[in-house]
């Protein structure tokens, strides 16, 4: 039955029969309940494509889906700037013919043959790609509806989305400068760090494997003993500076051996953190019970996620407080809406991933998703600089430590292609610096 038979039916009564049926009750109940273009059947993806951007030392990735309606087109976040290539070909070589002439309201249709069409699947490269398609169909089913996204998923349970900044420097009076601005500013939770992940400047001199002639000059130390040597004395140096009232937060970014993750957590539990990130890396979540057994404090979990199988337990098993998904790595707001509600009935908060390398259009994807859902836990935020707001017109705003969306239907940002083409992604492949052990043995992430 097409989609006029079944709102014939509907507008005859049950029992009436479908011959009797015929667009003009159509257009009268339509009419009634004033639902604009009741039929869509002329509503039609006509062009989907790949735009990257690099304003301001950040590349991004955008998908933007355009219909047969004049000016209705939507944008989604597909930012994975060290595969570029490879996602362009697959979003404007692959999806881009699969999706045209399609439907852009049927969201859940297409995300599962879109999923379902390679046979191999819940890969970060086609989930990414899927991902963009994915938010521009629910930018424009918000536009359609002329409400902000957010108000698809469930309204408001919020005013706005409470955000953690982060703070860091090479030694602690680096680090209490930075969490001073922070504070300065109104942000309640702070995200503390040494240097870059692992503190590899807290290594004397070259490391070995340097030394040696062994990789790149480019990669990068983790030595174990003196990072955990280092965290519990920051984390009592932030305590100690700026009392119990702030969170603090701390990434360990899966560096650390499993066992030794569970040394520092246990250790760092009497500072009261906010909570502690990514503890073991995604190939490690079997360690996660026993982290649960030996502290109470409080886990996040997640950003490297691609497979419903690396969260599913995590959260049904009660072994995080805070699953912190990458959006646009799991395939998008639909994949993402579910995960929410999967983790609302296990009391786990969300903590979406929103680094400087997701893009303005993820930012928004991830607070329109952040004021809906009731288990909303805290949002991580990047301060954008002045090129990339201008490329992204509508980004997401600061103030008080809050993001405030705008109101304007859709996610409530758009692109200026004009000026997003003025910043091409550079020609040669980026590739993230390695982290060594001192002997060279390459370390997890
Ligand atoms: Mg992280």
């Given at each position: 039955?097409?989609?006029?038979?079944?709102?014939?039916?509907?507008?005859?009564?049950?029992?009436?029969?479908?011959?009797?049926?015929?667009?003009?009750?159509?257009?009268?109940?339509?009419?009634?309940?004033?639902?604009?273009?009741?039929?869509?059947?002329?509503?039609?993806?006509?062009?989907?494509?790949?735009?990257?951007?690099?304003?301001?030392?950040?590349?991004?990735?955008?998908?933007?889906?355009?219909?047969?309606?004049?000016?209705?087109?939507?944008?989604g976040c597909a930012t994975?700037?060290?595969?570029?290539?490879?996602?362009?070909?697959?979003?404007?070589?692959?999806?881009?013919?699969?999706?045209?002439?399609?439907?852009?309201?049927?969201?859940?249709?297409?995300?599962?043959?879109?999923?379902?069409?390679?046979?191999?699947?819940?890969?970060?490269?086609?989930?990414?790609?899927?991902?963009?398609?994915?938010q521009?169909?629910?930018?424009?089913?918000?536009?359609?509806?002329?409400?902000?996204?957010?108000?698809?998923?469930?309204?408001?349970?919020?005013?706005?989305?409470?955000?953690?900044?982060?703070?860091?420097?090479?030694?602690?009076?680096?680090?209490?400068?930075?969490?001073?601005?922070?504070?300065?500013?109104?942000?309640?939770?702070?995200?503390?760090?040494?240097?870059?992940?692992?503190?590899?400047?807290?290594?004397?001199?070259?490391?070995?494997?340097?030394?040696?002639?062994?990789?790149?000059?480019?990669?990068?130390?983790?030595?174990?003993?003196?990072?955990?040597?280092?965290?519990?004395?920051?984390?009592?140096?932030?305590?100690?500076?700026?009392?119990?009232?702030?969170?603090?937060?701390?990434?360990?970014?899966?560096?650390?051996?499993?066992?030794?993750?569970?040394?520092?957590?246990?250790?760092?539990?009497?500072?009261?953190?906010?909570?502690?990130?990514?503890?073991?890396?995604?190939?490690?979540?079997?360690?996660?019970?026993?982290?649960?057994?030996?502290?109470?404090?409080?886990?996040?979990?997640?950003?490297?996620?691609?497979?419903?199988?690396?969260?599913?337990?995590?959260?049904?098993?009660?072994?995080?407080?805070?699953?912190?998904?990458?959006?646009s790595?799991?395939?998008?707001?639909?994949?993402?809406?579910?995960?929410?509600?999967?983790?609302?009935?296990?009391?786990?908060?969300?903590?979406?991933?929103?680094?400087?390398?997701?893009s303005?259009v993820g930012?928004?994807g991830?607070?329109?998703?952040?004021?809906?859902?009731?288990?909303?836990?805290?949002?991580?935020?990047?301060?954008?600089?002045?090129?990339?707001?201008?490329?992204?017109?509508?980004?997401?705003?600061?103030?008080?430590?809050?993001?405030?969306?705008?109101?304007?239907?859709?996610?409530?940002?758009?692109?200026?292609?004009?000026?997003?083409?003025?910043?091409?992604?550079?020609?040669?492949?980026?590739?993230?610096?390695?982290?060594?052990?001192?002997?060279?043995?390459?370390?997890?992430?």
């Amino acid at each position: 039955m097409n989609r006029r038979n079944a709102l014939s039916m509907l507008a005859a009564g049950a029992g009436a029969s479908i011959l009797n049926n015929s667009i003009g009750q159509n257009d009268a109940i339509a009419q009634r309940y004033q639902v604009a273009n009741p039929h869509n059947e002329k509503l039609k993806i006509t062009k989907v494509k790949a735009i990257h951007t690099y304003p301001n030392g950040t590349g991004f990735g955008i998908v933007k889906v355009e219909t047969n309606e004049p000016g209705l087109y939507g944008l989604g976040c597909a930012t994975g700037i060290r595969r570029y290539k490879t996602l362009t070909a697959a979003i404007d070589e692959y999806l881009a013919p699969l999706l045209k002439g399609k439907d852009p309201d049927n969201i859940e249709d297409i995300w599962q043959t879109t999923n379902l069409g390679t046979y191999w699947r819940n890969g970060p490269i086609l989930n990414t790609a899927l991902a963009g398609v994915d938010q521009a169909l629910w930018d424009i089913k918000a536009k359609r509806a002329n409400m902000p996204a957010y108000q698809l998923f469930g309204g408001k349970s919020r005013f706005a989305v409470d955000t953690y900044g982060h703070a860091s420097g090479r030694d602690f009076e680096e680090l209490k400068d930075s969490i001073q601005s922070f504070q300065d500013r109104g942000f309640r939770h702070i995200r503390m760090q040494l240097g870059i992940y692992g503190a590899p400047h807290l290594s004397k001199g070259d490391p070995d494997f340097k030394r040696a002639g062994f990789g790149r000059k480019t990669d990068t130390v983790m030595e174990i003993r003196p990072y955990m040597k280092i965290i519990p004395k920051m984390f009592e140096f932030a305590r100690s500076e700026f009392g119990d009232e702030p969170e603090f937060l701390h990434d360990i970014h899966e560096l650390l051996p499993p066992i030794e993750a569970i040394n520092l957590v246990k250790e760092l539990e009497q500072y009261r953190p906010f909570f502690i990130e990514d503890p073991f890396a995604p190939e490690d979540n079997g360690y996660f019970k026993m982290l649960r057994e030996q502290t109470s404090c409080a886990i996040a979990m997640g950003e490297l996620f691609n497979n419903p199988h690396e969260w599913v337990n995590l959260i049904t098993e009660r072994l995080i407080d805070f699953i912190r998904i990458h959006i646009s790595q799991i395939g998008g707001i639909t994949p993402a809406l579910k995960v929410a509600r999967l983790a609302e009935w296990f009391n786990v908060r969300t903590a979406w991933h929103g680094p400087g390398n997701t893009s303005p259009v993820g930012h928004a994807g991830n607070a329109h998703i952040d004021l809906s859902v009731w288990n909303f836990g805290i949002q991580e935020q990047t301060d954008f600089k002045e090129e990339t707001l201008e490329v992204f017109p509508g980004t997401p705003t600061i103030e008080n430590g809050y993001m405030h969306i705008n109101e304007a239907p859709g996610f409530g940002i758009d692109i200026n292609e004009e000026l997003a083409a003025k910043y091409p992604l550079p020609e040669e492949p980026w590739y993230r610096p390695t982290v060594r052990r001192p002997d060279g043995t390459v370390v997890r992430p």
